[in-house]
């Protein structure tokens, strides 16, 4: 397959090239990214300009023509689609970018992998497949109980999960119209290496090593569903190479955590492994006023996935989050290097 990941100078997107490049399915790899404030080279040292099957194309998804320059050219066969703008709190004081990036781009995409599947020469036997990566944002909000489904109804409610919401509507109706050969996966929060630090997790851990005050949104009882980003991976590839063209798969990691049950974790993790820091970290917890519209749990039923694919988290949340704080007190000239630039 000639692969074609977007975002893949992003969190999840380096993660996911990092675990598929050696992959024998694969002939080459091309990474389009615009390299926004979250987009980094450096998240894929020891691949970018050095592995053979590599290509890596500096390219906006607002811009049509390249979009589509960049599927012909290397004849792309596969799209695993991560590109987008994807902080709640940033679609909260600026929409405009998750508008015409989530939403335009996507579809410039779609019309990209149409225009050129329907022209190509295809050698007898090809497959294509354009799988896009969304969110469990797009449910909107659960009670104390209950699981998202691949059935339920979307109800986004910020900016962010309504223009997630719109583009997995075009690829549905890019599947049902034209027969694209389309997979649409929800994901829950991922967590892991090289995720930029204005998101819970990393945000938590330097403030803590900053000794800064740790911001907790409301009341600190809204609840995420974890999963580590390498399984995140995993379900991904899973689902590119065994998943059934046109159908939708939740991802989740079984791991329903308050937010402040989650940071007093990360704060007696940081004073076990750092305890020259002095004091209890948890004393930094600092509680501010809720975001607007904060959903208040997610919850994902990973059924489907698991009994359709086989695939099933293989990190427990305890050794993917012990995993992961110690990735970032080991890597904190890359967090200083990533904020420096914005
Ligand atoms: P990220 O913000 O870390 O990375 C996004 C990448 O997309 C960056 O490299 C950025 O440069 C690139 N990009 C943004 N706008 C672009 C444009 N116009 N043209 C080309 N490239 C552009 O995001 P992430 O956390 O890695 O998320 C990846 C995908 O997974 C997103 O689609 C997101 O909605 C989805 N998702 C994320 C999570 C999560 O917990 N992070 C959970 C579920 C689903």
Redesign the pocket.
Known sequence: MNLLI????????SNLIRHVIDKPEITKLVN?????????LENLDGIHGVHLRYIFEK????NKDEVLRVVRQHDITHVM???????VDRSISGPG?FI???IN?TFHLLEACRSHWQTRNQEPGTKNLFLH?????VFGSLGPTGFFTEETSYAPNSP?SAS?AASDMLVRAYHHTYGLPTLIT??????GPF??PE?LIPVVIQSILARQSIPVYGDGMNVRDWLYVGD?CEALWTVLTAGKPGETYNIGGHNEKANLHLVRLICDLIDEMQPALGGSSRDLITFVTDRPGHDRRYAIDAGKIERDLGWVPAHTFETGIRETVAWYLQNQAWCQSVLSRH
């Open positions: 977007t975002g893949g100078a992003g969190f999840i997107g389009l990214d615009s390299l926004t404030y979250a987009g980094h390219v906006d998804l607002r689609h991560l590109a987008a703008e994807s902080h970018d015409t990036t989530n781009g990566v969304s969110t469990d944002e962010y997630k929800n994901c829950s929060n991922n967590y995720q930029f998101k995140h």
